[in-house]
Each structure stands twice: as structure tokens, then as C-alpha cells.
């Protein structure tokens, strides 16, 4: 279409043939020209006429100025036909020909990969009109009509008349000119009001300097130990006259201060003590016990009665309790028919798991009453019904017990650090991984037990340990505790007998306790308990044993409680085993003294401790005595001291007989349906005796925090707070805690926002309840106060001996 | 300043007195400056565990620590 010199053309197959342009046989692709002569197409034409493929181009073809006309065939359907022929002798040539060229070029210029376009000179076209000169010819402006012409002149004869020029002033003539003036025009001028200005501000700027000389501070010298004067320069100072004279002038001034001071106490907060008049004596709070959680387990306290309670002396929120049997009187006689209906055990229960006990600690019969060993919380001593005295060691359960604060859930086992490849500790590991699947908590077995011989003929009904300031020997003489450990305890049973025991060395706990378990493979122990004291199960002995007995020998006591006066501890919580100093036994039959043994001429004798004690008996009697053992000079054998004194004031058995923990001498003891408070030194007798009261009195406790209160609890399940300040005849508050009767209440100062008071009943539970704040906290001056009470009763009490005398 | 004598174990005299001159000497210094007539006689503190007095002069310097009287 663009080339006006090609006109497609269709061959059919039989023009194909006369022509031999056969397609695929003659004329391929590559070779697509052909030259056929003028002479045969016009031929052709004249044979074939209408139907020859000619005849459209006929014309063109008789035009056609050369010989050889160029059919190209035209594979690709280029320009619309398989065939096309070409007019002109030029484009005919340029069609032969540039392939050629190009073709050279081509292999000529293979590398190049640039594409040469040879230049083309733009081809003459004809113009093809599109409509816009129709748009010219309407904007063109033309005349529509013809123009008029006119021409005016003057007359012809005036034309080439002579003239004359004369001047003539202008401004003569009035009319003659037309003056245009300029002036000023009020309607053209603007009034300008406002001009835009622009301003530029520029400081004024004036360069000054001055020169200052700096001194930076620089260490001229360091001093690295403070200067002292040396002994003659001190004493020359002391002795100048300006010392003198200075000590002279000062000196007044001094004392006016210090007197100021003794008159009044500085540090006294007014405002602080205002509140607290005013909180004693405002109203009442509606609660003095809380109730803050109760403890029970269905395995082990299910019938059974709680005898001993006991806080775990560090770790917050564990309280360890044992259970005995509920006994009627008879069988409480006849202990030997009783029948061990379940394995008695002590339960740790924790804040945290009121549901699941901690540990259990095994005991091979009921307990009566255990303590922790204040100087390490991990042993514990309990005395059974039986008589006997157990140890139980916790130490590997330790970490178990103070993790059992942060999580309540689950029971983890502290076997961890002693696993290894040895069978014992497999053994141990099985054992502790079974007990941790069937979730019960780990039962740790004691670690020794006294022995049945030597020990109590009747149930233990006290254990105390013994300070751990001092220690004895069986000799009875008391000798100072080197090592800050309790070692020695003390118990008593109603078989009027008081025992003394020492622990060995052996037995404290040390850090490798778990690799000596470790070592020992070839004895069996039971798996969790450190068998450094494997030796002494059975066998163990007390020291001393005192028998107590009135002047003729044939009435005795029987303790329930006792009362040593130096029993107020300073636990101290140190982990450090100091080398024990143990004492030389000096007899034979002591299988328990272990290594290092050092004489004991080195230990001081302390005699100012006082050895004096007090038991309350099964009868009711407070029987005060002395321990301390003296060589009867008869019979050369160490003898206990016969002096003793003993008051009847209850009726029925003590059950708690307790040091105020304020006072070392003030005594509370509570038995029967009375109790009385009596301070040692004092012979006459109680200072305090309360009235009988309706119910029976069964257990108590001093508070811990105020020194005129005490806790008393009832056989219904009441507990009464008295408090010596405000009532001395009847309680100040009484509460109602169970069903069934007290039988231990053990208060406990957990942080200083938190009191305990745990209380057990008959039926099994333990209650923890939360004595509240106000209530717990002293009031100023009570303790003088009730020093002053104490010391007036005394005073009263003495008169009215020698009144009635 | 340097003790010459004194009832309390070494390190801490050495440690109130040189404390207790530099506090001496300021307290001198404010009362002087409020009134150059004035001296101080005498000064005390009291805390919530001791009360400390001193007493200065010229050349030396008397320290007092006391316990609250209860």
C-alpha cells in the first residue's frame, strides 16, 4: 500500500506453471524472484485474457518500460498475496539488488551486532487531501462585495495657480489652533494609602575579647590513709594548756546539752503515740483472730487428734504437725493393746498447698510432741508413745520445703543433685521417682532412734531442746558450747523421769551427707536418710537421767510438762558446722563419741547458768527442782539433788507450763479448769491464780508479741485471750474456734505484718488464724507495765503470808 | 582533723572527725557570713539513731555521740 510500485498478485497454480514459478519448486523463499519477460505476460494476457492473474496489473504491465518484469514471491503474505510483482525498473533493481549488498554487508559485518539502517531519503508522496483546506477557505476572509470607489479632486483650472506664503503668529488667532493642555485629572489619581516597604533589620554587631586566666582545680597531693598523730604527739596535745583551756570553755556547753538530753527524749514522736492511746482505747475491732486457712488431710488426720504443732522455724508458711490416736482413758492405759491402724506420721503442711502435706516425716508410733532444733531447722526430735526419742534429719528436702511457697502445685523432687551412676543412687532415684508419681509427698524415714532400754518406759510428753550455749556431760556439770549448734535435748515422760540426751557430732547435718551415701554402697540404707548415724539406731543413750522423786522415795512424779529456765534460744541461722568441740565421756559405755575430741579442761565451767527447772506432773503439781548433779560424797556416784518444791494448785494434768517469753522468770501454767502464773524465786506460790472456770482448760500459750496476754484453749473448741492489763479475772476476748476440744495452740511471728496462731483440735484440724495487727502489737510501756503487775503481786503476796502467818 | 583521743574504735573516730570538721567548718562559715560579729558555740544533730554534738574552737574540736535515752 505504501509502495505504489507493488501490486500483490494471486498465481494460481496453472499461471504458476506456464511461468515456472512454480511455488516450492522454482521459486522458494530464499530465491523468490523471478524475471519474466513483457512479451510472455502480454501474451498471456491475450490468451488467457479475463482469467489471467495478469489482468488486474495489465495496465501497469504494458506500461512497464523494461523487458523482464519482477515477481517476487511473497511467502509471507507481505503484502497480501503469495505473490507480488514489481512496476518500476527502480525498485526492481533495489529489490535484486540491496539483498545482495545487504547480504555482503552481513558477512562482511558479522560481529558488528548493531543493526545499520541505510538511509532512505524520504519518497515523494502526493499529496492526499483530508477536508482541511475546506477549513482554510472558511476562515479566509474575502470580500463579498465589490468595493465602491470614489475620488474627489478639485476643480481642474484651480490647479498650477501662483501662491503666495505668509507667517502668521498662532497664538493671535484664537481658533486658529487647538490647545490639548495636560493638567492634572483628581479622577485619575489614586491616593496612595498603603505602600509596601521592605525593612531590613541588622544588628549592630560589635566584636569584643577578653583574656581570663583558668585555673583548674589539680591534685596537689592524695592522701591514702588518714593522718594520725603518734603516741608522744598525742600526749603532748593532751597535756598543753590550750587543750586545758579549751576542755574548760567546751565543756559547760556540753553539759547543758547532755542534760537536755536526759530530761528529754529527743526522739519521742508525739503524734505517733497519740495514735496509739487512741486505737487501744477507741472501738473494738470486730475480729481478733482471722481466720486464715485450716488445714486437714483426709489420709492422715481423719480421726485422729493433733498433738503437737510446730512452725518451721525459717522457712514462711510451714507448719509441721503430728497426730496420735484418739484414745479413750482406758486404752491411754493400756497402751501396749493398742493397734496401729495406719502409719502415724508428722504432716509439714504449707500456706501455699492446703490440700497436700509436704513431707511426712515416718514414726514408728504416735508422737506426742516434737520440736525443731532451733540452731538448724533441719533436724527435728520427737518423743513417741513408746517412750522413745526419734531424730529426723530434713536436710535433703530442705530446698523442696522453702520452694513450696512459690509454687502450690505438684510435688518436685530434690533427688536431683545425687543422681549418678552408682546403684544406690539409682535405687534412690527410682524410689523418689515413684514417690513422685503417685504424688505423695516424699516420707522421710528417722534417722535414729533412742534406745528402747534406756529410754522412757511411758509416752514422752516433753521435748525441748537445750541452748545451744552450753552443754553437759554425765557428770551433770555444764560446760560451754563452743560450736553454736544445739546438740543436747531434754524430755521427760510420765515415768518420773527427766532424760538429757546429746546428739554426736556425726549426726548434724553436714554438706556431704548426700556423698557419703553416695560412697557406702555396700550397706543397704534406706534411700533417703544420710546414714551417718547409722550406729546409733537403737543403741542411742541419754546422758543423764533424772529421777524425780519427793523426800521419801515413795511418792513420784510423773511430768507432763517441763520448763528449763534458759531456754530462751538466739537461733541463729548460720549454715557453718564449726568443728565440734565434744567432750570426753569420761565412761566406758558411750559407743557415740566421735572424732575430734578434745579435752575437756579446755571448755570453761559455766556455773552461772542456772540449772533449775520446773515440771508440771500428770497430778496437777508444779514441782520446781534442780537438775544439776552433784557426787554424793556416800556413795561417790553422781546423785541428783533431792531439793525440790513442789505446789498443788490444779486439779487435774498440766497441760502447758511456759516461760513468757518476755520474762525469764514468770511462769504460765495451765491445768485442769484453772491456770496460774508463777515467778521463780517466788516460794509462796502463784502470783496470779485464776478462778476455776466452767470448762476445762486444755492447752496455751503465751503471746509472743505482748507481754500480758496469753492464749488459753478450752475443751469446746474456745479460745481465750487473756490479758493481764486490761482483766485479770476473766478473758478479754474469747472466740470460738471448733467444734472439738484445743489440744495445742502455737503462736508464731511469721513478718512483722503477719502473726500466726495455729491451733489444733481433737478432731484432726489445724487452723492457722491471723491475729490482727492492732491486737498484736504492743502498746507503749506494757512491758513495764506488767512488770510493775507482776512485782506488785509479789509484794501483795508477801504480805499476805505474813498478814495470815 | 585528727583525733587525740577517743573511747570509739579507730577507724570510725577518724571517720567522724574528718567528716564532722568539714561540717564544722561550713556551719562556721554560714553563721559568719549571715553576721560577721557571730561564732558558732556549739552544734548538734540528731538523727534517728544518735544525736551528735560538737563543740569547736580555735585549735580543737569535742565530739559526743549519745544513744537516745529509752
Known sequence: IGHPEIFPLVFTTKTQEIFNCRVDEDVTEENCFKLIKKEDIIQDLKTRAAISDFHPVKKVVLEYPGEELLVVFDAKFQYGQNFYFVASEEAKENLLKPPETAEEKEEENREETLEVHPYKPPVHKPWVSLGSEKEIEEESVKDTVTKIKYVISQVHRKFGAPITFTDKNASHVKESYVECTSYQDKTFSIKMLEKDVGVQMVPKVREASTQTKWTYPKNAATQYFPRQLSNEEKEESLSSEKLKEFLRSVHLRMEIALQQNEIMNAFFDDWEALAEDESNSGSKPDAYLKAYQSFTDLHYLKDRTISCVCWHPTIYGIIAVSAKEQLSFEEQVNLSDKSLMQQPVILFLSFSDPIHPQLMLECPEDIYCFQFCPSDPNIIAGGCINGQVLLWDISQHEEKLQKAKTDADGIKVTAVNMVDAFILNTLQYIYMYVGKNSTEPPLVRHCAVSSIQYSHIKPVTDIHWLPDYFKDNRMGATFENRAEICVQLVTCSSDCSVLFWGIPATKLPEQPSSEKVREKEIFYTPPDVPDTSKHLDLCWKPLIKMHLCESDPNTEYGPVRISLRELHYHCKTSEKVQSLNTLEVPTKDSPYTERSTSSSKNLKLLENISTDIFVGTEDGEIVYSNWKMEIDSDSAKPVSQKHAEEYITHTETINALQRSPFFKDIILSIGGRNFAIWKEGVTNGPILQSSCSAGRYTAGHWSLTRPGVFFIGRDDGNIDIWDLLKKSHEPSHFQNISKSMITFISPWIASPKQHFLAVSDDLGVLHVLEICQKRSHPSRNEHANILNYFEREVKYLKYREQEFQ | ?70
Open chain 2, 1 to 70: 582533723g585528727i583525733p587525740i583521743r577517743t573511747t570509739l574504735d579507730n577507724s570510725t573516730s577518724v571517720q567522724y572527725a574528718g567528716l564532722l570538721h568539714q561540717l564544722t567548718m561550713k556551719a562556721r562559715s554560714t553563721v559568719r557570713d549571715i553576721d560577721p560579729q557571730n561564732d558558732l558555740t556549739f552544734l548538734r544533730i540528731r538523727s534517728k539513731k544518735h544525736e551528735i554534738m560538737v563543740a569547736p574552737d580555735k585549735d580543737y574540736l569535742l565530739i559526743v555521740i549519745q544513744n537516745p535515752c529509752e
